[in-house]
């Protein structure tokens, strides 16, 4: 970089990013939060952050070796590149296509209700005080601590000393009638003047790798007052944590940088909360944290780089309580914020929450639940012994590694029908918009519908003896066209490729793996299984039937599935409102036992098995062995280092 600054305008949000000579365009993207995807956080192989250049193509480095790899000769003489790949070095307009823009994410915010005991952690006293004297000279903390003793029965607590600052002119604000705040029965966390035992809120942050969920609470009754959702600002850093995790080995500002993010939109949402409400910010006096284990660091400003590398060990496993005005958050200054214990390094504190809003540590039904995503979490068990596994799922179903994947966000064909005899398929959008591209649901049903119509056998391998015009042949292989380019939002047809099938046999493997592995461990089969849990956005839209078909879920009848929603933000919310769960979450997560998959000796067996439609012993089918064999081993790094 030669140190000169120049602007790089994002169309068609109009954005404008003033940077160094050099800089790339998704680096400038990211400094003003231009809607640009990037799957892979910049490592230049999910190919997702395409852009065009307009006007001066000169304005931009030439393309490079990993661009010609990635886009067509065609597109780059359009001037379509990676953002990840170009330098600026003068002014220059760079549009960003529909299909690369994250959009309109459709979040999960809802979830399952599941009662508890109301016995939040803070709670509040209004005491009227005997005023001091000559005769009675007590200093004003002694003098409130032995009226909570004395009018309340409350002993052996203790003052924050941040409260002491303002408790003088507090006392006596309003003739000495004040409201103590008190944390888990022994801290006076705040003293206010008058009565406001009526005013006591909480705030529950659920922190999902693509989307954030927020809940505030009121602790009187326990009832939610309102909520929000937003993406987590964290994609344009990598939409996987693995992506996360790299950026911030590159040093301490960069480890701080993404933990400053969420606490912004973490503050942000509780804006909008207390906005909506008339609650103010000092009337939410404890925050409960909730997310997968990388979140969890990040959140706390933990140093999250050996979750990376084995054996994936966590910094700490126990519930975190830390003080509000300590990690920026902007609840009373003297709150509490509490994350909820993980269990290891790829099952976090939102398993945790899962199983505590189930309640499967108190059933005596045999559950096994799902949270599929990037990383997909499956835990089985009752109240006699709970295992879980994390599954190398991979970012497949989120978009990455497929030609025309995307989240499901506005324009994603989300559900997918093909007719067996004619090949015609029908699908939906959505918010019911021209299709832009192609969600993970749908990827599911494609499968699906694919093996029931005869275009893909048991191997997943498309059958090139059909004659359609939907299914051809192209320089990079056999594909299926589900939207012709006259009916798509992109002016191109959206396609599903013989390696895109490839892609979700990996993620559908990976998923049936691990439930057949804790299945063996446990010693039961799927006739045992009681309950079927499926939590999370993906789960809450993906057809159990089709799901079901390809392998990703076992053999169960349906009747049998319940779909949860946001189980995490129910569980969180569990915990504001009861310490009784507070304590649950740290049994749960003591007493779940973490099953590490690449560990077993039947795994490599096991999930080459699972790469069949649903699921087949291998060694009874040697051709089809040595085809799925070809694809490669299960990666024994984390889930998102791998590729075909």
């Known amino acids: 970089m030669d140190g000169k600054e120049i602007e790089v305008i994002f169309q068609p949000d109009g954005k404008r990013s003033r940077v160094k000579s050099g800089t790339n365009v998704l680096e400038a993207a990211k400094l003003v939060g231009a809607d640009l995807a990037s799957i892979c956080g910049g490592k230049s192989i999910c190919g997702k952050c395409r852009i065009i250049i307009k006007g001066n193509r000169g304005s931009v480095g030439p393309p490079t070796s990993i661009e010609k790899s990635l886009i067509s000769e065609e597109d780059l003489s359009e001037g379509y590149r990676l953002a990840c ?29 599941t009662p508890t005991t109301l016995e939040p952690s803070v ?17 004003d903390a002694e003098r409130l601590l032995g009226e909570l003793q004395i009018q309340k029965g409350l002993i052996n607590l203790r003052i924050d000393p941040s409260v002491l600052q303002s408790l003088p002119s507090i006392l006596r604000s309003d003739d000495w009638k004040v409201t103590v705040v008190l944390l888990q029965g022994e801290t006076v966390i705040a003293v206010e003047a008058g009565d406001t035992t009526n005013r006591i809120f909480g705030y529950v942050l659920d922190i999902g790798t693509t989307k954030l969920a927020a809940y505030l609470l009121d602790l009187k009754s326990g009832k939610v007052v309102a909520v929000t959702s937003s993406m987590n ?20 500002k960069e480890k701080f940088e993404l933990h400053q993010v969420i606490i912004n939109s973490a503050n942000e949402l509780l804006k909008q909360l207390v906005e909506r409400t008339g609650v103010k910010n000092d009337e939410v006096y404890e925050a409960i944290v909730v997310g997968n284990t990388v979140m969890h660091h990040l959140f706390l400003n933990i140093d999250p780089q050996f979750l990376g590398l084995s054996p994936y060990t966590p910094a700490v ?19 509490n914020v509490y994350t909820l214990p993980v269990i290891a390094g790829f099952v976090g504190a939102d398993t945790v929450a899962d199983i505590l809003a189930t309640e499967t540590h108190k059933r005596s039904e045999l559950c096994l639940a799902f949270d599929i995503g990037t990383n997909t979490e499956v835990f089985l068990g009752n109240k006699d012994e709970i295992l879980a596994c994390s599954c190398a799922s991979g970012p497949a179903l989120e978009g990455a590694h497929v030609k025309h994947g995307m989240r499901a966000a506005t324009g994603a064909i989300e559900k997918v029908t093909i007719d067996p005899d004619t090949f015609a398929v029908q ?28 275009v893909i056998d048991v191997s997943g391998k498309m059958k090139r003896n059909i004659t359609s015009e939907r299914l051809r042949t192209v320089s990079t292989g056999v594909e299926f066209v589900l939207a012709y380019k006259d009916e798509t939002a992109t002016a191109e047809d959206i396609t599903f490729s013989q390696k895109d099938v490839r892609e979700i046999q990996l993620a559908k493997a990976a998923i049936h793996t691990g439930t057949v592995t804790l299945m063996k461990k446990k010693g039961v089969n799927e006739a045992d299984v009681d309950i079927v849990f499926i939590a999370g956005a993906f789960g809450s839209y993906i057809d159990p039937e089709n799901a079901r078909i390809i392998g990703m879920y076992p053999e169960i009848p349906l009747e049998r599935v319940r779909v949860i929603g946001n189980a995490a933000g129910t569980g969180g919310r569990m915990a504001l409102v009861s310490k009784a769960s507070i304590a649950e979450a740290e049994q749960i997560s003591r007493k779940v036992k ?21 699921y087949a012993d291998l060694s009874k089918y040697p051709e089809t062995s040595e085809l799925l064999k070809s694809l490669g081993k299960y990666p024994e790094k984390p889930p998102f280092y791998f590729t075909i």
């Not at 709670?123 to 200093?139: H, I, N, R, T, V």
């Not at 021209?434 to 049903?445: L, N």
């Not at 077993?600 to 699972?610: D, R």
């Open 85 to 113: 790949q170009t330098p600026v070095f003068s002014n220059v307009t760079v549009k960003i296509p529909k299909n690369s823009r994250t959009g309109q994410q459709r979040l999960q915010i809802e979830g399952i209700e």
């Open 123 to 139: 709670e509040k006293y209004f005491l009227e005080l005997p005023k001091p004297s000559l005769q009675d000279p007590k200093a």
């Open 233 to 252: 600002p964290q994609i344009h850093y990598g939409e996987d944590v693995i992506a996360r995790i790299t950026y911030t080995m590159k040093g301490s």
């Open 317 to 335: 496993r126990r519930g975190i309580d830390v003080k509000s005005s300590s990690i920026g958050m902007n609840i009373n200054p003297h709150g």
């Open 427 to 454: 699908y939906w959008t959505v918010d019911n918009t021209k299709p832009c591209g192609i969600c993970g649901s749908a990827m599911v049903d494609i499968l699906a519908e694919m093996l029931k119509a005869g």
């Open 594 to 614: 973490y099953v590490e998959l690449a560990a077993e000796a039947s795994f490599q067996a096991e999930y080459l098995n699972s790469f069949a439609l649903p």
